[in-house]
């Protein structure tokens, strides 16, 4: 990557600009105090701008230092990593391989670590009806985490709702990578638009709810959580800031939610509560 190094700012050199532009920049920015004009070869420079300096510097992929940077996220009995981290997972901990891309659900976020924590502390092998697998509702599912780790821990199946459509072939393709595809499905929508969705498959009510949106939209959902979820089961809402948990308890207690319990992580909170 040949760099010209430029002294001065984009402002103190502003009637210089349109000189490195005319002589061929692709890109011009400015880092303490130097102007750093990016060109594809070696040019000669009006003698305005001659008191800088060519360098050539090595090519930055923004991409593989971010890969870099990724670690392996522990949350209760499941380690969530990228495919290329498959092999760090610590015997004993189930590995849920996340493609890290457009959709929000890497587990780096404290909101999917305590949720997926949430979900590992309980018996989804048997909180479905007559002590079978649990059926999960997951709301809001980006790239499917929660989903996909709600069967891995022993649910029977998990449906994935989301409103942004890119997140949905995402979801299905990491449902894919860590073999759960037959057990999840994920669907585009809303929690009160997809009625009709819920009523063609004969579905009365899930086990579990978990649902990694915001407080206020969890204070105008609760109702449909309690439409949505079997009477005595469990819901774990996240996304909360701990300032606006005042909301979702108020909300909870209003549908009649009983067992309300919190965990915090720094400026973000986790609450279940029994339908
Ligand atoms: N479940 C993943 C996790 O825990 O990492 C992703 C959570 S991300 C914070 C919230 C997701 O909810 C986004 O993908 C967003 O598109 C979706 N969302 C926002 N409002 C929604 C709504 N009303 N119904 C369903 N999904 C919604």
Redesign the pocket.
Known sequence: MLVYHLPGTLETRETDLDLLWEAGATGLEERGGTIRAYFDARVTLPGEVSDGEWREEADQDWQAEFKRTLRPVRAGRVTIVPPWLREEVEPGQLPLVIEPGM???TGH?E??RL?VEALSGLNLAELGPNGTGARVL??????G??AIAAVMLGARTALG????PI?IPIARENAEINGVQDRTMFVEG??GETEIYFNERGLVGYDVIVA??YAE?HDLLVAEYAAHVVRGKPVILT?ILTAKLPLVRAALEREGFTDVQETLEGEWALVTARA
């Open positions: 959709a929000f659900g976020h909101t999917t949720a997951d709301v809001g599912t980006g790239s985490v929660l709702l989301d409103i942004d997140t809303a929690l990694n949106l939209l996304g």
